[in-house]
């Protein structure tokens, strides 16, 4: 199990150890907090390739200590200008994988040079660096990643250029396996050099186009040439007495920030923390803030989200006064759980709360030909009917789950905070922040306990609660009995998401979290 990791003067956490180690190095060259961000970011697609990558997109949540802002970077794609319901006539849904499911632009490359331009110290070249080295050069594979290649096989290896660099003749890689990734090396090289236009308007771009239509793809370069992400204020909320941030639509950060000012109506002095009463309040609270969710989330510029009332604490306080002592039903489409969260702290206390996703595991599965780069399948998420809320519509952006978490004190960070996990995310940060806020854990400590997921996540159709078997199981009959569909997972199940978590102590010291749950790291100086 994950050990406290204290650092004097900077922080950085990810979900896989080379990434944070190369992050912290940035920051031991004299890179502040928003060139490290950007380079744990990079590494991270080349080390966790079955999480995130240049074919994905990401959420940024950033403090400058000089202006004291804290400012929101949405770096989620559109859907394609001719990316219409029309073009799916006869079918109920979206394909959740293949070229059907890669309709919205990338956005993180975008995000990379926004935050550098806008915060940065170092050129791009020199961020990319250590990226580039693991992609060159090769790393140790993850067990997680071999997990995933084997629960996928059969996807993979029916994809062109997907099979070659993602499985083995037929097989998944072992563990511990150098693994190598020449054509993103290639990519990563070009966009050193060329910077954003690389990829959105020259030649990384142009082959991704060629290979997309092709294939049947609606995507066009004018697509990738009009992308652009945007710097937006965060949405926020009071927490006993912190100020809480979360990125705003079509983020589904708000929904964080909903169950809190739901849960601010409990005293937990008053609930014991792993008891039914813990787990029942904060599932039902939870689903109250789903269901809004559900009925508003798309991309604000097609639809009025009225987060004015949602976040209102008079109408989450009559949310809380319908929790009682059984569990409500409640619905929820599956959603993809492949996520890579991480945060940096650095000695001038910059401060960067980011998270990127391909969506699925391997995303839409395709592989822009001789790029290297898995192209998302974050589209799939639209809704064919048109009367949804999250109807698809060209050159609109769809419900992101992705949700960067951050919490200040007078003004400044005091925890950064986030998770893999699809619908799992608001929860795994619900769990996480309560038990720093209300029962005085440490970073490490609130991610060691045992988690719980509710609802469906990695695209299977379920719907249940399911609870780590470390829960005590007087606990967790009680939770049957008040009408949960209880499942039983394993003590440290990966269903949960690999959370990380940075804290400003009293003594300005920096109290980091990585999840045993995964490959990540916490490292402070």
Known sequence: MNKTIIGTKQMVVSPHYLASQAGNRI??????????????????????PHMTGLGGDSFWLTFHHETGDMRAYNGSGRSGKNVTREVYKGKKAIPLRGIESAITVPGMVDSWDAMLKEYGHMPLADVLEPALEYAVNGFPVSADQCRHTNRNLELLT????????FTRIGK????????????????????????????????IAQIIVA????????????????????????????YRGY???????????????MTLNVLENYDFSQIEHGSFEYYHVLVEALKKSFLDRNAVLTDPAFSDIPLEKLLDKSYTKQLAAEIGYTAEAAASR???????YAAV??????????????????????????????????GSFFSLDELHVNTLEPKKRTFHTLMPAMVCKDGKPKILYGTQGGEGQPQTQTAIITRMLDYGMHPQQAINEPRWVWGRTWGEDYEGLRLEGRIEPETIEKLRKSGHIVEVVSNFDRLMGHAGAI???????????????GDGAAVGV
Not at 334 to 340: E, M, N, R
């Open 27 to 48: 920051l031991e060259k004299g890179g502040n907090a928003f060139d490290a961000a950007v380079e744990v970011s990079a590494c991270l697609a080349v080390v966790y």
């Open 158 to 165: 029916s994809m062109p250029y997907t099979a070659d660099i």
């Open 172 to 203: 998944a890689p072992v563990p511990g396996e150098r693994f190598k990734q020449k054509e993103l090396a290639d990519s990563l090289k070009v966009i050193a050099e060329k910077g954003r236009s690389a990829f959105y308007e020259g030649d």
């Open 211 to 238: 290979y997309l239509q092709n294939n049947g793809s609606f995507l066009t370069l004018a697509d990738f040439k009009e992308h652009r992400g945007e710097w937006a204020e965060p949405v926020s909320t009071d």
């Open 243 to 257: 100020s809480v941030y979360q990125a705003p639509p079509n983020s589904q950060g708000f929904t964080g920030l």
């Open 334 to 340: 599956p959603v993809g759980s492949d996520t890579a």
């Open 345 to 378: 702290i650095d000695t001038d206390g910059n401060a960067v709360s980011f998270i990127q996703s391909l969506y699925f595991e391997f995303g839409s599965a395709v592989t822009a030909g001789e790029t290297g780069i898995l192209l998302q399948n974050r």
């Open 503 to 517: 804290l400003i102590d009293d003594e300005h010291f920096l109290q980091g979290g990585a999840d045993p749950r």
